[in-house]
């Protein structure tokens, strides 16, 4: 069964610039995570989508957006990049069982560098 | 406040040896609770989660929950040079999936 799969893996933009990165779940998985990871504030959650409908959100600015497809397949979209935006963004999916939320397993990562 | 924290560490034990990594959480409604492992320049690895009060084992790890005092601890039994990483202690709340994390703690398990 394949993992959680991320694209790219690195990226280098330009301040100002705005960046879309791709997630795919593990197969059969509809709940898809999204995560910041900085040296300074450590994983962080931005939002969590479920069925093509944002379920939660974290406390990050509205340049952070998401979507997530019918094939559970989710993006996310930073636009008007700063250097501060400059992380690892992890993608992590789950599933719903009769009895709540499964684990959730992580992507490889994308590594965002803004110059 | 933090949510979640941890001793950043770092923990340095020898080969061989118990490593005990400490786990708090400030929100008496969260429910699931799970450690994370992640070596350098890698992505966060699942390598417990439990739910209620008590030990839970598994191989070389020991996770334990104290629901009353908020506190989680994962014990590594037989340390090895490659449990070697950064060890992120997650919290979960009720109803909710997305998951709350400590800053991690780096253990170093010396040959």
């Known amino acids: 069964k394949a993992g959680v799969t991320q694209t790219p893996r690195y990226l280098i933009k330009t301040r100002g610039q705005q960046v879309t990165l791709s997630c795919s779940p593990i197969?059969?998985?509809?709940?898809v995570s999204w995560y910041q990871q900085t040296p300074g504030q450590g994983l962080q959650f931005l939002f969590e989508?479920?069925?093509?409908?944002?379920?939660n959100k974290g406390n990050f600015p509205g340049r952070f957006s998401g979507r997530q497809f019918s094939n559970s397949r989710s993006e996310m979209n930073v636009s008007t990049l700063e250097l501060g935006d400059s992380a690892l963004y992890l993608c992590?999916?789950?599933?719903?069982?009769?009895?709540?939320?499964?684990?959730?397993?992580f992507g490889q990562g994308t590594r965002l560098t803004v110059v | 406040q933090k949510e979640v924290e941890q001793n950043s560490g770092p923990l340095s034990v020898p080969e061989g040896a118990i490593a005990s990594l400490n786990c708090t959480y400030s929100?008496?409604?969260?429910?699931?609770f799970f450690w994370y492992r992640q070596y350098s320049g890698k992505s966060p690895e699942l390598i417990m989660s439990?739910?209620?009060?008590g030990d839970k084992e598994d191989g070389r790890f020991t996770a334990q929950l104290n629901k009353a005092s908020q506190y989680v601890s994962l014990l590594i039994r037989d340390s090895q040079p490659s449990d070697s990483a950064t060890y992120l202690c997650?919290?979960?709340?009720?109803?909710?999936?997305?998951?709350?994390f400590g800053t991690g703690t780096r253990l170093t398990v010396i040959p």
């Open positions: 992590a999916s789950s599933w719903h069982t009769g009895g709540g939320w499964t684990e959730a397993f």
């Open positions: 197969s059969g998985h509809r709940s």
């Open positions: 989508y479920f069925s093509e409908t944002q379920r």
């Open positions: 929100d008496r409604v969260s429910q699931s």
């Open positions: 439990i739910y209620s009060n």
């Open positions: 997650a919290v979960k709340q009720t109803g909710a999936n997305n998951l709350f």
